[in-house]
Every structure is written in structure tokens, then in C-alpha cells.
């Protein structure tokens, strides 16, 4: 979709700075895009962490994840030396990091999980210097089992959350016609605006969605602001907020989620390329965006923020307004940390009820899960792989739906093995390598 007063050379030129009354809205637009599912881990660990909805150490969560993706986003379109893509790639709290990180924070507490991350971080920068070298390893077959996994591991959360939190005994208002009401209401809402609107609107239909089951929410009486009035303007990250300790399974866990997610951000980065000038990304953008994806992970570990990567909605946008300048995206990453710095925002945000959560992630859950499928679509169903999806999804889920059945592994196995998605990706990995090619 051209845009008036650019030519098709300024369009595709990454450097190309649009006048500012084109830029803005079209960094706004790409953090609309990108804002619902940046923020939705942070509460998913908050929560998993035992933080009451509006806490402030959850209101501090959520601001981190919106300044950290900034800094990130500043990170690959500034760049700094040879960290950074200087292309318009989005950066943002990965849900690939979601399955593992629930169970650490369960099993071995926030401080693990922190150190889990910064080294999990300097791994995923350390990635960037070999990532041509594992790109081979990583078919179409093993990366759609693991998006699939993915979503599938993460659908019950948000059919739990839509329902009203953790159904409890003596709690009967799990699963009341209240919560299911908030749920429909975001699912009805982001429906309509993604298949009968178009532009700014469709693009952040999610959001959107949460914000009219936040208004019901309001309505209804369900929505208390009491810690809102408490919270400040202005706020600085704080180093090691939630501690930081070396554990073996956040360790391990980080670095192989790390994997999954560089080969997610040369994907998005190629797409990036290919759609907004026509072109194969380079080895130099590769390499560079591989490590801006873990410098940004590990600096947003250090001050209490979650594991960042490329986020591939925002792809979808460049294509689509056909405008591949990083400056516009810089303008929108400036927005995002703006809005982390105040703590009031983070604040409005945490008092959103669970259910319309659950609404929101339910849609993007599933949507990680239809992703997975897509890039599935595209392998040859022979036998062979066709044992490789069942055995990897089949352990991967299994172990996780029954936890019991690892009762007497050690803590540090069993937090890796239960999380649905590390059995998962490593079965696929393996099983790929070493089964032979049949003919079928």
C-alpha cells in the first residue's frame, strides 16, 4: 500500500525517515499491534508468582516488559557496533518462554528465574556468531512442532483465566456466566475488529478487545482503582528487583527456549526484508538481530523485565503499509518505554480482571497454535514424520497434563520435563536427526 508523497525507493530503504506526521501514527500503530501480547507474560509470571492483580510488584513487572521491549526495539534499529539488525524489527516478551518460565517461577522462585534469564540472555547474543551454522538443524517439521506445542501447552491458561483464575474448592465463582461474560465480550470484539475493519483499527484488534472487556468490567463494578491512586508518575528500573540466583533448570531451560527464539527472529527478520524491499536478509542483519535479541534479554533480566524477541505481527504490518523505515519504529519503541516509566499506566493495566485476560489470551494462544500448524502445512507426511509429530507432541504434552508421573525425578528434571514444550522441541530435534528418510 503506497503511502503519499514517498517513492518506492524511500519505502524500502530501512534509512528512509518519513515526515513526522506519517511517522508517529505508524509507530503508534506498530506498538498497538504488538502491546497486548507484550504485556500478557508479565502478568502470566506475576501471577504464577502468587502477586495479587494490582500489586506493586506486578504493576513493576509489567512496567519493566514495556520499557525492556523498548530498549530492545532501540537496540536492533539503532543498533550498537555490531548488535542490531538497523532494520524495523519489533522487539517484545516472547510467549515461546512462557512454558518454561511458569514452572520455574512455581518450582524454584522469581530470583532463579532472573538469572535464568540474564544467562539465558548472554547464550542467545553468543547465538548470533553460529546461527547460520544451526539454521539447518531447525526444519519446518521440528520449528512447527514446536509453535504447535507452544500454543497447545498455553490454552489451558487462558481457559482457566476466562473462567475466573484457579478453579479452587469453595470458590463457586470459577466458571460463573460473570468471568465467561468478560471473556466473550474481548473474543466477540477482537473477531469483529480483525475480519470487518481494516488499518490501525484490525491491527490491534486484541488490544482493543481487552480494552471493551475492561470497560464492561468497569460497568459491572468489578474493577477496583484503589492501587491506581497509590501508584507514582514516574518511576526508574531497578537493578535486580526480584533477585537473581544460578539454578540449573532456569539456566538450561533459558538457553534451549533461547534457541527456538533466534531461529524465530531470523525468520521474522528475512520476512522483514522480503516483504518490505524484495530482498534475502543479509548475513550481517542475521547475525546482528540474533544478538540484539539476547542483549535485550539479558539487560531486561538484570531490572526484573522478561526474556525479549522479534515479534512477527508487526512483520505483517510492514507488508501491509509497505513502509520498512526503522525510524518509524524507533518513534514507537521511544512511545513504549515512555509509557513504562509511569508506573499509573502499569497500574490501569493490573487491575484488569482475569477473565477479560483469559478472553485475550485464549484468541492468541490459539493464534501461536495455528501459526505452528501453518508452518507445518509446508512438510511432506511421510511416515517418518508423522511418528516425529506424535512422539514429540504425545511425551511433550502428556508429561505435562500428568506432572505425578515424574514424582521421582529430581526437582531440577522435573521442572524441565513438565513444562510440555522442552521434552517437546528436544524429541523433535533428535528424532529428526538421527530417524532415516523413508519412502512411503
Known sequence: MAKP?????????????????????????????????????????????????????????????????????????????????????????????????????????????????????????????????????????????????????????????????????????FGSIDHWGLALVVIVVTLALKFFSKGMLSSAAILIGLVAGYVVAIILGMVSFANVDKAGWFSVPDPLHFGFEINAAAIIGMCLISIV????????????????????????????????????????????????????QNVGLISMTGVMSRHVVTLGAIFLIACGLVPKVGAIIATMPIAVLGGGVIVMFGMVAAAGINMLSDVTWSRRNMIILAVSLGIGLGLQAVPQALQHVPGTLKILLTSGLLPAAFLAVVLNLVLPETED
Open 5 to 173: 508523497g514517498m517513492t518506492a525507493e524511500q519505502r524500502q530503504d530501512p534509512n528512509y525517515t518519513p515526515p513526522l506526521a506519517l511517522a508517529i501514527p505508524l509507530g503508534i500503530q506498530h506498538v498497538l499491534a504488538m502491546f497486548a501480547s507484550n504485556i500478557t507474560p508479565a502478568i502470566l509470571v506475576s501471577v504464577a508468582a502468587g502477586f495479587a492483580f494490582g500489586s506493586a510488584n506486578m504493576i513493576y513487572m509489567i512496567q519493566m516488559v514495556m520499557v525492556f521491549a523498548g530498549i530492545a526495539t532501540l537496540i536492533q534499529t539503532v543498533g550498537l557496533g555490531p548488535v542490531g539488525a538497523r532494520l524495523p524489527v519489533v522487539q517484545g516478551t516472547s510467549f515461546a518462554f512462557i512454558p518454561i518460565m511458569i514452572p520455574i517461577t512455581k518450582g524454584a522462585g522469581l530470583a532463579a528465574l532472573f538469572g535464568g534469564i540474564v544467562i539465558g540472555g548472554i547464550f542467545h547474543f553468543l547465538l548470533g556468531t553460529v546461527i547460520g551454522r544451526i539454521r539447518g538443524a531447525l526444519p519446518p517439521l521440528v520449528t512447527g512442532i514446536v509453535v504447535l506445542t507452544i500454543g497447545l501447552a498455553l490454552i489451558p491458561i487462558g481457559i482457566k483465566y476466562a473462567a475466573g483464575g484457579v478453579p479452587l474448592m469453595g470458590k463457586p465463582a
Open 261 to 312: 527464539s533466534a531461529i524465530e527472529t531470523v525468520g521474522d527478520i528475512s520476512g522483514i526484508t522480503k516483504g518490505g524491499a524484495g530482498r534475502e536478509a543479509t548475513d550481517k542483519e542475521i547475525a546482528g538481530g540474533t544478538m540484539a535479541d539476547g542483549a535485550g534479554t539479558a539487560l531486561s533480566g538484570i531490572f526484573g523485565g522478561l526474556p525479549n524477541t522479534s515479534f512477527s
